[in-house]
């Protein structure tokens, strides 16, 4: 079965630290990737994309980046961290072999705290 | 023409009723309507999705309504349990399996259920 792993679960950090998140999925190969940020009380903002290994797409400008190093590997970064980057990470994937390709499947979530 | 409008924000209903949330949307070309559950602190499941060429979807307790005319869906559940509290999301996307939407979902802004026991 497919599982996908998100981490950390919470994360508090000084404005102008670095971030780090890290998504992986097992159980399929070449699926969709997709990080989401959710702000309190709303609902769920696509920051990027993925379709393979090394291929990020960007929907909204801001102060994050992302990169797919490996085929089910999606990291979420920052050089330096702003406040409104504080909310609620999500990361999903869909696609891949076996599954269903047009649902999509989310992790536990980042809980990021900037203070 | 993205949007994806949602209500109510919140719903309080007593356990036994009917919940029911409505979304509508503006992009014809969107061809995809999942539901997703999210309960505090977890990541979205989904719940239930339709396709615009069927009105009707039942699983359980859930029932998605699919108004292709009016450009609107609707999530009833019906006999709604204290275990059903949790936000609710309605989506859409366009592409289906493949295109070039890589299945990127719409999201609407999310109903916060409360079923009172």
């Known amino acids: 079965s497919q599982t996908i792993h998100q981490w950390p679960a919470t994360l508090v950090q000084p404005v102008g630290s670095p971030l780090s998140l890290e998504c992986t999925v097992e159980?399929?190969?070449?699926?969709?990737l997709y990080w989401y940020r959710q702000a309190a009380g709303r609902g769920l903002q696509l920051l990027f994309y993925?379709?393979?290994?090394?291929?990020i797409s960007s929907e909204v400008p801001q102060n994050l980046s992302a990169s797919r190093p490996q085929d089910r590997q999606f990291i979420l970064s920052s050089k330096k961290l702003l406040l409104s980057d504080s909310g609620f990470y999500l990361c999903?994937?869909?696609?891949?072999?076996?599954?269903?390709?047009?649902?999509?499947?989310f992790g536990a979530g980042t809980r990021l705290s900037v203070l | 023409q993205q949007q994806v409008k949602q209500s109510p924000q919140s719903l309080i209903v007593q356990k036994g009723g009917i919940s029911i949330i409505n979304c509508a949307y503006e992009?014809?070309?969107?061809?995809?309507f999942p539901w997703y559950q999210q309960f505090p602190g977890k990541g979205p499941a989904l719940l239930i999705a339709?396709?615009?060429?069927?009105s009707e979807k039942k699983e359980g307790r859930f029932t998605i309504s699919f108004n292709k005319s009016a450009k609107q869906f609707s999530l009833h559940i019906m006999d709604s349990q204290p275990g059903d509290s949790a936000t609710y999301f309605c989506?859409?996307?366009?592409?289906?399996?493949?295109?070039?939407?890589?299945?990127?979902?719409?999201f609407g802004q999310g109903t916060i259920l409360t079923v009172h026991p």
């Open positions: 999903a994937w869909r696609g891949g072999r076996r599954v269903a390709k047009n649902i999509q499947y």
């Open positions: 159980g399929t190969s070449n699926p969709n």
């Open positions: 993925s379709v393979g290994i090394g291929q």
């Open positions: 992009n014809t070309a969107f061809d995809y």
């Open positions: 339709i396709r615009p060429d069927v």
């Open positions: 989506a859409a996307s366009t592409g289906g399996a493949g295109g070039t939407s890589y299945g990127k979902l719409t």
